[in-house]
Antibody, heavy 116, light 105 residues
Framework: EVQLVESGGGLVQPGRSLKLSCAASGFTFSDYAMAWVRQAPKKGLEWVATIIYDGSSTYYRDSVKGRFTISRDNAKSTLYLQMDSLRSEDTATYYC?????????WGQGVMVTVSS | IQLTQSPSLLSASVGDRVTLSCKGSQNINNYLAWYQQKLGEAPKLLIYNTNSLQTGIPSRFSGSGSGTDYTLTISSLQPEDVATYFCYQYNNGLTFGSGTKLEIK
């Protein structure tokens, strides 16, 4: 059974950093691209970043370019999202999802609140 | 590409045939998927490539459409179908619609 479990969320002040993790199991992690998708409170879904299977290419939405870094450790079957220079508009539930564009499995999500 | 979903709220009775609409600002070339999100849960993929049913999804769900106009149909609404439904295009960039909240009347 495919499982994706996010961790690392919490309350952080504007301008500070936070690193999210997503532990994957139930499939061969190194075979798949992975992504982060977020959902602001009571709002719609928004793609954030994608990393291909071996980590050699990454893609970001414009609003997070230069501030967020997606990475992976295939030996640990874990996906990461390093978030720097956080802004209030980054407040959201962050989901990790399998595949680059058509997300077929999602984790339960982790909440990130950016507030002073 | 912007996606506009209608209606934003839909109330229907158990057993009803329900139709949800998604309209793109440009041609989506059938790269359109539908997700179901129940309260407090992660989204679940229902339909991809306009009309392909994801493994394990009940056959009462179906998708159709072309160009800029797409539809998700539930042939016989069940209580467990209460959720918000998002359309999603992956033809040009990656964007989600704003969602249709489906309730039982």
């Amino acid at each position: 059974e495919v499982q994706l479990v996010e961790s690392g969320g919490g309350l952080v002040q504007p301008g500070r950093s936070l690193k999210l993790s997503c532990a994957a199991s139930g499939f061969t992690f190194s075979d798949y691209a992975m992504a982060w998708v977020r959902q602001a409170p009571k709002k719609g879904l928004e793609w954030v970043a994608t990393i291909i299977y071996d980590g050699s290419s990454t893609y970001y939405r414009d609003s997070v370019k230069g501030r967020f870094t997606i990475s992976r450790d295939n030996a640990k079957s874990t996906l990461y999202l390093q978030m720097d220079s956080l802004r209030s508009e980054d407040t959201a539930t962050y989901y990790c999802a399998r595949r680059a564009t058509l997300f077929d499995y999602w984790g339960q999500g982790v909440m990130v609140t950016v507030s002073s | 590409i912007q996606l506009t979903q209608s209606p934003s709220l839909l109330s229907a009775s158990v057993g009803d045939r329900v139709t949800l609409s998604c309209k793109g600002s440009q041609n989506i070339n059938n790269y359109l998927a539908w997700y179901q999100q129940k309260l407090g849960e992660a989204p679940k993929l229902l339909i991809y490539n306009t009309n392909s049913l994801q493994t394990g999804i009940p056959s009462r769900f179906s998708g159709s459409g072309s160009g800029t106009d797409y539809t998700l149909t539930i042939s016989s609404l069940q209580p467990e179908d209460v959720a918000t439904y998002f359309c999603y295009q992956y033809n040009n960039g990656l964007t989600f619609g704003s969602g249709t909240k489906l309730e039982i009347k």
